[in-house]
């Protein structure tokens, strides 16, 4: 598997991330200076910069505190260009860096939050974390 950077004509003008083997999801800074690729194979994120070049791997699968993943998280970048990771099996979101992970927040809207079914971030670095019950739970 591969990513593949095509022009809006729809011309390929160029292939990079080769090693990736199940990329999955994506998510992009708002500058272009940066965007991140989850491989499900490796339950890692794979981070690039604006000329489309790897510049580090953060996390793993795991069950510690910071910089693991049990399951595929939800990939956002929020207005301070900070990546946003939301697994919905530990029911967290982490916040990335540089290479470092830190732990935002644990089980969003207390011990009632069932899991993680979508999450978004505004301009003004609000985080919003949405489960599958209709609970929802804003973070400012």
Known sequence: HRVSIWSESGKLLTTVAESLKRPVRVATAASGDAWYVFDSATFSIQAFDGANK????????????????????????????????????????????????????????????????????????????????GHLAVIR
Do not use: C, N, W
Not at 89 to 115: E, H, N, W, Y
């Open 54 to 133: 790897p510049q580090r791997t953060i996390g793993k699968k795991g069950s510690e505190p910071t910089g693991t993943f049990r399951a595929i998280p939800f990939l956002e970048v929020d207005a301070a260009g900070h990546l946003l990771a939301a697994d919905p099996s530990r029911i967290d979101v982490q916040k990335f860096d540089g290479q470092l992970g830190t732990s935002l927040m644990a089980q969003p809207g207390g011990a009632d939050f069932s899991g993680i079914a979508d999450f978004a971030t505004d301009p003004f670095r609000g985080l919003y974390v949405l489960d599958g019950e």
